[in-house]
């Protein structure tokens, strides 16, 4: 599918006093607009033009987007003044304007982005239409507000707000063809004018096929409660199968709410990761201090570094700005950093002593060596993962410098390089094992 | 396309003398018999169902193979008691077996294994035979002996061992359709029973179509000097793109001799990734000596090492044993070597010195890590250079460690950490500038 459909002309009026001055879809959540985020999963599952019908205040819409170059894609729009009525009235308008299959969205709903693929390689049969459909919906739901379904073998037999037996809640998205047009004005005759009304058109004809959400979460924004758990499930989203303990426990929700601060702001993903490795390198140079307050301070600021480490990441897929270099870039400067925070390490432990003995140096030695053979081999570790979703314990970059804070605040430098040298070669060795069975 | 079609019936009687007891296809060449080779590389290709047309010494063949389950396909023959007539014979045996399209194959003729798999890919109109044609023949070709093609408009009009006009070489690669069948008898009733005059009967219906043959080599063989020429041609194949300078002029001539040595035995190219680990400790244990000699000694072991060590990738090529893990594991055991022989380094020129200074553990700490963020970054730099064939000279490990032979020869560690410090930085924070233009 090349094109795809957005309903942004309705007024919002439940949500009203913060969109006093700009139309519903304007909304900004966590640096993005809420029709932005529609329109960024669209063009990362590649739909390359987009007509938006628009009606209220429309004229701030346009201005905003313009012909959709900033976002690389085509942007059109289709007017509907008529936006007090139905929402399907909007769908109607753009009858002349789309004569293909498309998708069908609405600029109100957040999902997340990888949901929108799915559902654009899905195959439908001849004449069908799809609807994406909830059938685990969760309790954040508005039930009294959704739009029910009833899905009999595969097909939507009922549809509407009222319907007292249904087994699924209309997700908002739909695979639309131009074939149906006919039907929705048919349903119009009948003086139906809201979109589940002239779905249930094709309903009656056993053309709807539900289509399964496969998504981590959806949500329809009608007030400022659901805009705020809306940012709660986008902020969610965030955690990552692959993170370690620390990282889930700790960091990431330190690190989420740091983002959820700084996402307003034009920091980009790559200046994010180039401020945690300074911070770190500060951290790295405190322990040439060598004494025990400046190792204590040295080990928060590692242990800061490592929470701000997640924040370039976490801009990166809230703002739509994931790179290969972004990733590539933070996984190189993490290395430098673990160089330079185990160096620091062991030569201020050495001032410390007033000794540079060469047992201190052997374990720092051993101690980098493990810390990158440990990334090193987390590579294809955690495409395992990913793959198979295999549960345990994951030894990574989170509970080094966590350990390397816990062993400054303590001043046990020595142990701590010990303890990493140890444990990190002894991990290491073990994943050969483990992904020589798995590979 | 699913199936495939081998010709193997022929005497071979040119080659005669080294196959006196055995067929010409079950003729070893470098680890596996020609019609493995061929039966291997359609396996790659994801053919899953072979047929082999047998004549000659047949029971050898079968014995060879069975039903093929050893190689991950399913075998059948077919017999052709006929195989003293032209080699058109053999397809026409086929006729009852292959309801389809299908690839046909020679059993003594060698191409690169990407060849097969770009062939079988090829998008044919209806009706359409596909004949592999080389547009650009080597030198090695026996010109007298080759069946020509002339190509117009990308459909071959003429072809024959003795056409006097022609611009191609039949490869001896086919894709045949069961259509074509009746017109192949129509050439036999003509009195034409090789391959070639069966193609020619389709080439006047110009329905034979011309697929650039766009492998890296392929060869008939039919005599002993062929032989050694696809020897030489699958060894030299055995060099990569990514290959650093050190390994392409000095590691590979060598290691592709000892290959070609070992790829008789039966030694599994894991096995050589830890054999050539061992040699790698060998040399960081003689290191620790801490005397000049060791030191000349460790560092040509360390060459050595780094010699062997393009071995199991060789013939895990030349075998087709390729694995994930196994490339993987000689990655990991890489990195491994570079830190037990950095640290041998590092340890036996202090204990040459006769004191530990923290001069010299820094300059380790440096060139350990440098030679580690090598390895790192090159992973990245592989893609890119393999994409867009980027030249210029790789700094990798071949460069690395042949720098620590000579470092050792001359007696000069602490000059040659030194320099390893600053070359493996240097290069490591250019190629994240040049990644950052390049992903």
């Given at each position: 599918?090349?094109?795809?459909l957005?309903?942004?002309?309705?007024?919002?009026?439940?949500?009203?006093?913060?969109?006093?001055?700009?139309?519903?879809?304007?909304?900004?959540?966590?640096?993005?607009?809420?029709?932005?985020?529609?329109?960024?999963?669209?063009?990362?599952?590649?739909?390359?033009?987009?007509f938006?019908v628009?009606?209220?205040?429309?004229?701030?819409?346009?201005?905003?987007?313009?012909?959709?170059?900033?976002?690389?894609?085509?942007?059109?729009?289709i007017?509907?003044?008529?936006?007090?009525?139905?929402?399907?009235?909007s769908l109607l308008k753009a009858k002349n304007y789309l004569?293909?299959?498309f998708?069908l969205?609405?600029?109100?709903?957040?999902?997340?982005?990888?949901?929108?693929?799915?559902?654009?390689?899905?195959?439908?049969?001849?004449?069908?239409?799809?609807?994406?459909?909830?059938?685990?919906?969760?309790?954040?739901?508005?039930?009294?507000?959704?739009?029910?379904?009833?899905?009999?073998?595969?097909?939507?037999?009922?549809?509407?707000?009222?319907?007292?037996?249904?087994?699924?809640?209309?997700?908002?998205?739909?695979?639309?063809?131009?074939?149906?047009f006919?039907?929705?004005?048919?349903?119009?005759?009948?003086?139906?004018?809201?979109?589940?009304?002239?779905?249930?058109?094709?309903?009656?004809?056993?053309?709807?096929?539900?289509?399964?959400?496969?998504?981590?979460?959806?949500?329809?924004?009608?007030?400022?409660?659901?805009?705020?758990?809306?940012?709660?499930?986008?902020?969610?989203?965030?955690?990552?199968?692959?993170?370690?303990?620390?990282?889930?426990?700790?960091?990431?929700?330190?690190?989420?709410?740091?983002?959820?601060?700084?996402?307003?702001?034009?920091?980009?993903?790559?200046?994010?990761?180039?401020?945690?490795?300074?911070?770190?390198?500060?951290?790295?140079?405190?322990?040439?201090?060598?004494?025990?307050?400046?190792?204590?301070?040295?080990?928060?600021?590692?242990?800061?570094?490592?929470?701000?480490?997640?924040?370039?990441?976490?801009?990166?897929?809230?703002?739509?700005?994931?790179?290969?270099?972004?990733?590539?870039?933070?996984?190189?400067?993490?290395?430098?950093?673990?160089?330079?925070?185990?160096?620091?390490?062991?030569?201020?432990?050495?001032?410390?002593?007033?000794?540079?003995?060469?047992?201190?140096?052997?374990?720092?030695?051993?101690?980098?060596?493990?810390?990158?053979?440990?990334?090193?081999?987390?590579?294809?570790?955690?495409?395992?993962?990913?793959?198979?979703?295999?549960?345990?314990?994951?030894?990574?970059?989170?509970?080094?410098?966590?350990?390397?804070?816990?062993?400054?605040?303590?001043?046990?430098?020595?142990?701590?390089?010990?303890?990493?040298?140890?444990?990190?070669?002894?991990?290491?060795?073990?994943?050969?094992?483990?992904?020589?069975?798995?590979?």
């Open positions: 599918m090349e094109k795809a957005i309903i942004a002309a309705g007024k919002g009026e439940r949500i009203k006093c913060i969109s006093k001055e700009k139309p519903k879809p304007l909304i900004k959540l966590l640096g993005l607009t809420l029709i932005e985020r529609v329109i960024l999963s669209l063009k990362e599952a590649g739909i390359s033009e987009v938006i628009v009606g209220y205040k429309k004229e701030k819409i346009v201005e905003f987007f313009g012909d959709g170059r900033r976002y690389g894609l085509r942007i059109n729009y007017e509907n003044d008529e936006f007090q009525r139905g929402n399907g009235i004569k293909e299959k998708l969205l609405m600029s109100d709903h957040i999902f997340d982005e990888e949901a929108i693929k799915r559902v654009s390689n899905f195959e439908l049969g001849d004449f069908e239409i799809g609807i994406v459909v909830d059938r685990n919906y969760p309790n954040f739901i508005d039930l009294g507000d959704a739009t029910k379904v009833l899905v009999k073998d595969g097909m939507v037999v009922d549809i509407g707000k009222k319907i007292e037996n249904y087994n699924g809640i209309d997700c908002g998205i739909f695979i639309v063809r131009d074939t149906a006919k039907y929705f004005e048919e349903a119009l005759s009948k003086g139906e004018d809201t979109l589940s009304g002239m779905m249930k058109e094709i309903a009656i004809r056993n053309k709807l096929k539900a289509i399964d959400f496969e998504g981590k979460f959806w949500i329809d924004i009608d007030t400022e409660k659901e805009l705020k758990t809306a940012k709660k499930l986008l902020l969610k989203n965030l955690f990552k199968e692959t993170d370690g303990p620390i990282s889930r426990y700790i960091n990431r929700p330190i690190s989420t709410k740091i983002t959820e601060l700084l996402v307003n702001l034009p920091i980009s993903p790559n200046l994010m990761t180039v401020i945690s490795f300074i911070i770190s390198i500060l951290s790295s140079i405190l322990f040439l201090k060598g004494n025990k307050f400046y190792f204590l301070i040295a080990g928060i600021i590692a242990q800061f570094s490592s929470i701000v480490d997640g924040c370039d990441g976490e801009i990166a897929r809230l703002k739509f700005k994931k790179t290969d270099f972004g990733a590539w870039l933070d996984s190189v400067l993490d290395r430098y950093s673990d160089f330079f925070l185990i160096l620091g390490i062991t030569i201020g432990y050495s001032i410390y002593k007033g000794e540079f003995s060469i047992s201190t140096f052997l374990i720092g030695y051993f101690a980098m060596f493990g810390s990158f053979m440990n990334s090193y081999t987390a590579v294809r570790l955690d495409q395992i993962i990913e793959k198979k979703g295999i549960k345990g314990i994951r030894f990574g970059r989170d509970i080094r410098i966590f350990l390397i804070m816990i062993g400054s605040i303590l001043n046990k430098l020595k142990l701590l390089l010990l303890i990493l040298a140890i444990i990190t070669n002894f991990i290491s060795v073990k994943r050969i094992f483990f992904l020589k069975k798995e590979i």
